[in-house]
């Protein structure tokens, strides 16, 4: 499983077209290329869990690449919040549901080459873990050196293809990050993206010579996917001055210490936050108890062009949608069944839905501007890590404009279609039919035939 990391579906589709990734190109034309849903939020890290653990990030615990822990169990630093850029991505595996198993710890031996989940792997099976490594990648990203991360993934491109050629492994996920790195830096249709996909193509290209070469290849499954997509970034919308400004005190990254803070304000992607409130709770308040305190807050929010979706939850089971100039509606759930009612409007613009399966709430969505949101939506907010108030960014927008040593001209992490569709590329063509990134465990370890758990959220489509 290779993640060409921020890949969108139509800029991978018009490179093969163009005959610039001939590898890729082959595997479309012996299997399928297909579009599929990603995670909400649509982020690196989060976005990986569907891929590693058949599960939707919040329903594991990443409800985002920063949230802040009520509880005080998990991030017990003075501000008691976590943020998986840096150092401390090393506790994800600790952070994660340990009763959701991921992919290395049921298809043994595996590789994880950049793979922000990493557990089951034993040290050796992790490529991008060394110290001499690590300081590499650290340095090209605070000096933001764009073709810097095409070296690197030229490196770990190599060195996986190597490690697959002279070792026998059941499941490797090597993740590239190059795309996402450039199309932050110029667009994700810019000539530098598309030498990071030529890597990719390279990749893949390396992998099938080699294992062709040895009889493999016959009964190799290889596949390559996308995290998230990516859209333009024209303003930032820097919540945490804006807050200041409004006189909130604020917890945020890279100075999330304010233990008196008024709103912990959680970025993701960029285009998606967390915020929360009334922080000297250990238990997570619903919407109904905080409106009365914070609903001129919210107002004030709707009011900002950089809003485009306000999700506000009221219960573990519903939440409440606004949208500025659409209206409000509600979204109820519950064994596996999505209800969605228009209020004062209709802001995902998909009309009344009542007791959706999964599958027709897909159906109901996928060709909206927000695939999928009901049952993300669901599964984001059922997650007791996540925040009060979760915003998604109207396009040309993020919620982020300091720490950012690559000033971002694109972005991601919102519900939006250019964020929420990733391709999906198969070497040999699905039973089913692909539609989200968490059927790709379980269809993995159909294919491996390892038994699938029950547990998992994903389906096979194999």
Same mark, same amino acid.
């Given at each position: 499983?290779?993640?060409?990391?921020?890949?969108?579906?139509?800029?991978?589709?018009?490179?093969?077209?163009?005959?610039?990734?001939?590898?890729? !190109?082959?595997?479309?034309?012996? +299997?399928?290329? /297909?579009?599929?849903?990603?995670?909400?939020?649509?982020?690196?890290?989060?976005?990986?869990?569907?891929?590693?653990?058949?599960?939707?990030?919040?329903?594991?615990?990443?409800?985002?690449?920063?949230?802040?822990?009520?509880?005080?169990?998990?991030?017990? *630093? =003075?501000?008691?919040?976590?943020?998986?850029?840096?150092?401390?991505?090393?506790?994800?595996?600790?952070?994660?549901?340990?009763? /959701?198993?991921?992919?290395?710890?049921?298809?043994?031996? /595996?590789?994880?080459?950049?793979?922000?989940?990493?557990?089951?792997?034993?040290?050796?099976?992790?490529? +991008?873990? /060394?110290?001499?490594?690590?300081?590499?990648?650290?340095?090209?990203?605070?000096?933001?050196?764009?073709? @810097?991360?095409? #070296?690197?993934?030229?490196?770990?491109?190599?060195?996986?293809?190597?490690?697959?050629?002279?070792?026998? &492994?059941?499941?490797?996920?090597?993740?590239?990050?190059?795309?996402?790195?450039?199309?932050?830096?110029?667009?994700?249709? !810019?000539?530098?993206? @598309?030498? #990071?996909?030529?890597?990719?193509?390279?990749?893949? !290209?390396?992998?099938?010579?080699?294992?062709?070469?040895?009889?493999?290849?016959?009964?190799?499954?290889?596949?390559? @996917?996308?995290?998230?997509?990516?859209?333009?970034?024209?303003?930032?919308?820097?919540?945490?001055?804006?807050?200041?400004?409004?006189?909130?005190?604020?917890?945020?990254?890279?100075?999330?210490?304010?233990?008196?803070?008024?709103?912990?304000?959680? &970025?993701?992607?960029?285009?998606?936050?967390?915020?929360?409130?009334?922080?000297?709770?250990?238990?997570?308040?619903?919407?109904?108890?905080? +409106?009365?305190?914070?609903?001129?807050?919210?107002?004030?929010?709707?009011?900002?062009?950089?809003?485009?979706?306000?999700?506000?939850?009221?219960?573990?089971?519903?939440?409440?949608?606004? !949208?500025?100039?659409?209206?409000?509606?509600?979204?109820?759930?519950?064994?596996?069944?999505?209800?969605?009612?228009?209020?004062?409007?209709?802001? *995902? @613009?998909?009309?009344?839905?009542?007791?959706?399966?999964?599958?027709?709430?897909?159906?109901?969505?996928?060709?909206? $501007?927000?695939?999928?949101?009901? %049952?993300?939506?669901?599964?984001?907010?059922?997650?007791?890590?996540?925040?009060?108030?979760?915003?998604?960014?109207?396009?040309?927008?993020?919620?982020?404009?300091?720490?950012?040593?690559?000033?971002? %001209?694109? =972005?991601?992490?919102?519900?939006?279609?250019?964020?929420?569709?990733?391709?999906?590329?198969?070497?040999?063509?699905? %039973?089913?039919?692909?539609?989200?990134? &968490? $059927?790709?465990?379980?269809?993995?370890?159909?294919?491996?035939?390892?038994?699938?758990?029950?547990?998992?959220?994903?389906?096979?489509?194999?």
């Amino acid at each position: 499983m290779i993640i060409a990391d921020g890949v969108r579906p139509d800029t991978l589709g018009r490179s093969i077209a163009g005959g610039h990734l001939p590898a890729l !190109a082959a595997l479309r034309d012996e +299997g399928q290329l /297909s579009t599929v849903t990603s995670a909400f939020p649509s982020v690196t890290g989060p976005a990986y869990a569907p891929f590693l653990m058949g599960r939707y990030p919040g329903s594991i615990g990443l409800p985002g690449l920063r949230w802040y822990d009520r509880s005080r169990r998990i991030a017990r *630093l =003075s501000g008691h919040a976590r943020s998986y850029v840096g150092a401390e991505m090393r506790f994800v595996d600790r952070d994660i549901d340990r009763a /959701s198993p991921t992919i290395f710890e049921l298809a043994k031996p /595996s590789l994880g080459a950049l793979s922000v989940i990493g557990r089951g792997l034993r040290r050796r099976e992790r490529i +991008g873990q /060394s110290p001499a490594f690590v300081a590499r990648a650290a340095a090209t990203h605070f000096r933001g050196n764009v073709r @810097g991360w095409l #070296a690197i993934d030229r490196l770990v491109g190599e060195e996986a293809a190597h490690r697959l050629r002279t070792e026998r &492994v059941r499941f490797a996920f090597i993740a590239l990050t190059g795309i996402d790195k450039t199309s932050h830096a110029e667009g994700h249709d !810019a000539p530098i993206v @598309g030498d #990071a996909m030529r890597i990719v193509d390279d990749t893949v !290209a390396q992998i099938r010579s080699d294992a062709e070469r040895d009889g493999r290849w016959e009964k190799m499954s290889l596949w390559v @996917g996308s995290d998230h997509g990516h859209s333009p970034v024209r303003e930032h919308e820097d919540l945490v001055a804006l807050l200041a400004e409004w006189g909130f005190s604020t917890l945020a990254h890279p100075w999330a210490f304010n233990s008196s803070a008024d709103i912990a304000v959680m &970025v993701s992607g960029n285009a998606m936050t967390h915020l929360y409130m009334e922080l000297e709770q250990k238990t997570r308040p619903w919407w109904p108890a905080l +409106g009365g305190r914070w609903n001129d807050l919210v107002e004030r929010l709707l009011s900002r062009a950089s809003v485009d979706l306000m999700i506000l939850p009221t219960s573990a089971a519903s939440c409440e949608i606004r !949208a500025p100039g659409r209206g409000s509606a509600t979204l109820v759930w519950g064994e596996s069944r999505y209800s969605y009612t228009p209020v004062s409007g209709d802001p *995902l @613009g998909i009309g009344e839905q009542n007791s959706l399966s999964e599958g027709e709430a897909y159906e109901a969505t996928i060709e909206s $501007d927000y695939p999928d949101a009901l %049952v993300q939506i669901a599964h984001l907010i059922a997650s007791p890590r996540s925040g009060d108030i979760i915003l998604s960014a109207a396009r040309d927008w993020d919620y982020r404009a300091r720490y950012e040593p690559i000033p971002h %001209v694109s =972005s991601h992490g919102a519900l939006h279609r250019e964020h929420m569709l990733v391709p999906l590329l198969l070497n040999r063509p699905a %039973v089913g039919i692909p539609r989200r990134t &968490v $059927d790709v465990m379980p269809s993995a370890l159909a294919a491996l035939g390892i038994t699938i758990p029950k547990t998992l959220d994903g389906i096979s489509f194999f």
